[in-house]
């Protein structure tokens, strides 16, 4: 595994997480800080779909229609580390959160244009 999400876990409708995602190597810090990021989602029986994506510096970021005012990408490079804040959940938004480092510097919001993945972390919103 080369990154390392948490935060995930069970929530009832209307609450927030916030969710974390830190590089597993040195080698992979160092790539991770100067390429944009993502995370993406698998609900169950779901395909994957794009959630947020960021720069490599934090400038820029684009959000999916379905959480756009709810969830919030950002960055930390000095401590090699992405986030998502959640708030407002709702149940559609159960499911296994992946991020990933892109091939890129900018924005990337197709998982094609990502080369590192995390294994996951479970978020379960009950109604």
């Known amino acids: 595994v080369q990154l390392q999400a948490s935060g995930g876990g069970l929530v009832q409708a209307g609450g927030s997480l916030r969710l974390s995602c830190a590089a597993a190597?040195?080698?992979?810090?160092?790539?991770?800080?100067?390429?944009?990021m993502g995370w993406f989602r698998q609900g169950p029986e779901k395909e994957r779909e794009f959630v947020a994506a960021?720069?490599?510096?934090?400038?820029?970021?684009n959000h999916a229609d379905s959480v756009r005012g709810r969830f919030t990408i950002s960055r930390d490079n000095a401590k090699n580390t992405l986030y998502l804040q959640m708030t407002n959940l709702k149940p559609e938004d159960t499911g296994v959160y992946y991020c990933?480092?892109?091939?890129?510097?900018?924005?990337?919001?197709?998982?094609?244009?990502?080369?590192?993945w995390g294994q996951g972390t479970q978020v379960t919103v009950s109604s």
């Open positions: 190597s040195h080698t992979l810090r160092r790539t991770v800080s100067n390429n944009g």
């Open positions: 990933a480092a892109a091939r890129r510097a900018s924005v990337a919001t197709t998982a094609r244009e990502y080369a590192s």
């Open positions: 960021i720069n490599w510096n934090g400038a820029s970021t």
